[in-house]
């Protein structure tokens, strides 16, 4: 069922979905050398015992990204996969920091990545929309010159992000950066309490002014964060095959998903870095639903509220809403 009704994806890396294969052919095509002969072999490498691990290896393979049509393959590549397990609308991070720094153009980037979904939205009826990312274990000032450098392209981006190493890296070091971006009329998230303390989260609700919390596992330390979250229908979008494959978790069943569902939180399911983590949203919730046994209202819920969860109008919302709760009735679940 969950992978047969319609859904959203919140938390999905672009360059998170670089798989072994592809990768080897922008090496071929673009002159890149790898470490990797094979897929199987890049696979191989994939074990990961925390964030910097999986960063070190996820960084090398992007090298291979260099022109717009690579881009443009990348993302095309996705939504094609994202569509065939439900997915009708996805709001995609994307990090220009990890390729200005290496010479390819912010441009040949994001117009790659918008002419795929450009593409998508015509042929395929799939929505979606941008997140520009900035990587905090870089400079507030290479931050600002990156969102400078998106203005020009703010008909393309919806929001702004935050992701990479956590931890020593506290959101208010860019809260200079995320009041611009808000002014000039980007939504805000961020990665925030992934591997760091509940402050972490506390800084970038109240600093940064994020409209939702990507990942947020240690937040659930902190009574009085979970009870704003909760109160306030503050977004979290979890991502179960990459918590357990950077070691967050040992397995699924210790993450909360069930306790969020439970406090009723607008608590979603979604897929990260699917290259390297083994699973796109499907296995993902198919993770979560035998972890924790699910129902049908449960599951029913995760996917109501990765469209509750979404920048979409609030009228194209509901009316997703709506098709989800039609197509749940017609199989015999409300």
């Known amino acids: 069922m969950a992978r047969s009704l319609p859904k959203s994806e919140l938390h999905l890396h672009v360059e998170g979905t670089l798989e072994p ?8 095509r673009n002159g890149v050398k790898t470490p990797y002969a094979t897929p199987e072999e890049a696979r191989a490498a994939y074990n990961f015992t925390d964030l910097q691990s999986f960063l070190d ?3 090398g393979a992007m090298k291979t990204l260099i022109e717009e049509r690579d881009f ?6 996705y939504v094609k996969r994202a569509k065939s397990e439900g ?10 920091q990890a390729h200005t720094s290496r010479g390819v153009p912010f441009d040949a980037v994001v117009k790659g990545i918008h002419r795929a979904l450009e593409d998508a939205r015509g042929n395929l009826g799939f929505s979606s929309s ?14 600002m010159e990156t969102l400078e450098q998106a203005l020009k392209h703010k008909a393309w981006i919806k929001s702004v992000g935050m992701d990479s190493k956590e931890l020593g890296n506290p959101p208010g070091k860019f809260s200079a950066v995320y009041a611009r971006a808000k002014a000039e009329g980007f939504m805000a998230v961020a990665h925030a309490g992934e591997e760091a303390p509940p402050e972490y989260v506390w800084e970038a609700l109240d600093s940064l002014k994020i409209s939702r ?5 240690h937040m659930f330390e902190d009574p009085d964060l979970v009870r704003r979250v909760v109160s306030e229908r503050i977004p979290v979008t979890f991502c179960p095959l990459a918590s357990i494959g950077v070691e967050y978790f040992r397995s699924v069943a210790e993450m909360p998903v069930k306790k969020a569902l439970d406090l009723g939180m607008v608590a979603c399911i979604n897929s990260d870095d699917p290259a390297y983590f083994k699973g796109y949203i499907a296995k993902n ?11 049908e209202r449960e599951i029913l819920r995760l996917l109501r509220n990765s469209f509750e969860a979404s920048f979409l109008e609030e009228d194209t919302k509901a009316a997703q809403i709506g098709k989800l709760t039609a197509l749940a009735a017609e199989m015999g679940t409300d």
Do not use: K, N, Q, W
């Open 130 to 143: 941008l997140i520009m990312c900035f990587l905090r274990d870089m400079s507030s000032e290479s931050a």
């Open 72 to 77: 443009y393959d990348l993302t095309m590549a």
């Open 87 to 96: 997915v009708v609308h996805a709001e995609i991070f994307f990090d220009p």
């Open 285 to 295: 919730l198919d993770a979560v639903i035998e972890a924790f046994s699910l129902g």
């Open 213 to 217: 919390i990507d990942h947020g596992y």
């Open 21 to 28: 294969e592809m990768m080897l052919s922008f090496s071929r």
């Open 57 to 59: 290896i996820y960084y």
